[in-house]
Nanobody
């Protein structure tokens, strides 16, 4: 069992930056594949990025590649999503998710159904 708590959302102007945090309780990162998803009003939950800590494999959605960066602090059991060059279309509730790493690859961890644990979400609003 793992609990995830996101923070760091807010209102930012287009072109600006935000850093989201996801604090995880339970086992260390190496046990998990972790991902970030986002959901805009009226839209389905959308994959942003996945990371498999044990191998260092990372997969970004094309829409955020080059602008978003995932990282982690094992000592703090916290995952970060650094978001730069933000666009109004990045506006959404951002969710952190985790699933056991055994048998998982990041390329196959791009759907919400791939994950067992979810945070409550944090709102990101990008104004034009």
């Amino acid at each position: 069992q793992v609990q995830l708590v996101e923070s760091g959302g807010g209102l930012v102007q287009a072109g600006g930056s935000l850093r989201l945090s996801c604090a995880a309780s339970g086992r260390t990162f190496s046990s998990y594949v972790m991902g970030w998803f986002r959901q805009a009003p009226g839209k389905e939950r959308e994959f942003v990025v996945a990371i498999k800590w044990s191998t260092g494999s990372i997969h970004y959605a094309d829409s955020v590649k080059g602008r978003f960066t995932i990282s982690g602090d094992n000592a703090e059991n916290t995952v970060y999503l650094q978001m730069s060059s933000l666009k109004p279309e990045d506006t959404a509730v951002y969710y952190c998710a985790a699933t056991w790493a055994v048998g998982k690859t990041v390329l196959r961890a791009t759907t919400p159904g791939s994950y067992n644990y979810w945070g409550q979400g944090t709102q990101v609003t990008v104004s034009s």
